[in-house]
């Protein structure tokens, strides 16, 4: 099985801070990684797919990079509304998700 | 509204059964592959079972197979999944999500619909 690694697990920060998530794969999955936005209660919500292809809707703030076994996730500058946790998720071979990181204010 | 809510979680004992469900709206339900992914108590997200758009192809990850049975009725818009021999472990919420292609049910894509989630809860 691949296993996904995210860090940090908790990030404190501010608005308008510049956000950057981290995701290793344990074996290279080329591009083939999700990532998504979970608020308390609430369905995830697919934020960038093959690695850096934003979803449709989504603010262009959101931003993703990486191929192989790393990979990473940034907001470019925090707003309210993105205060919550995200995970990765690895599609190359079944699916599997990083722990999650969860984005609190600082 | 495209959407997905599912329902049928409950409080179970444990080796006891469950079915769960998952009512689709808001889109052409047979032009997509469907997944349940769980969400133990705090803790993240595992996948547990996908199904093709005609149940042709049906994958389980390890933990659940043998026990869980995922199917789908295209005339009623669902999806659902049925949990035998139920433990502990099992205890999560349960997520349906959608993958944009009719098969896709050993990778290759991602979710790009979830419902909130039904609970399940699995002690004496």
């Known amino acids: 099985d691949i296993q996904m690694t995210q860090s940090p697990s908790t990030l404190s920060a501010s608005v308008g801070d510049r956000v950057t998530i981290t995701c290793r794969a344990s074996?290279?999955?080329?591009?083939?990684l999700a990532w998504y936005q979970q608020k308390p209660g609430k369905a995830p919500e697919l934020l960038i797919h093959r690695a850096s292809t934003l979803e449709s809707g989504v603010p262009s703030r959101f931003s993703g990079s990486g191929s192989g076994t790393e990979f990473t996730l940034t907001i470019s500058s925090l707003q309210p509304d993105d205060f919550a946790t995200y995970y990765c998720q690895q599609y190359n071979s079944y699916w599997t998700f990083g722990q999650g990181t969860k984005v609190e204010v600082k | 509204e495209v959407q997905l809510v599912e329902s049928g979680g409950n409080w179970v004992q444990p080796g006891r059964s469950l079915t769960l469900s998952c009512a689709a709206s808001g889109f052409t339900f047979d032009d997509y592959a469907m997944h349940w992914v769980r969400q133990p108590p705090g803790k993240g997200l595992e996948w547990v079972s996908g199904i093709s758009w005609n149940s042709g192809s049906i994958g389980y990850a390890d933990s659940v197979k043998g026990r869980f049975t995922i199917s789908r009725d295209n005339a009623k818009n669902s999806l659902y999944l049925q949990m035998n021999s139920l433990t502990d472990d099992d205890t999560a919420l349960y997520h349906c999500a959608r993958v944009p292609s009719p098969e896709g049910t050993n990778g290759y894509w991602y979710f790009d619909l979830w419902g909130r989630g039904t609970q399940v809860t699995v002690s004496s």
């Open positions: 074996q290279s999955i080329s591009t083939w």
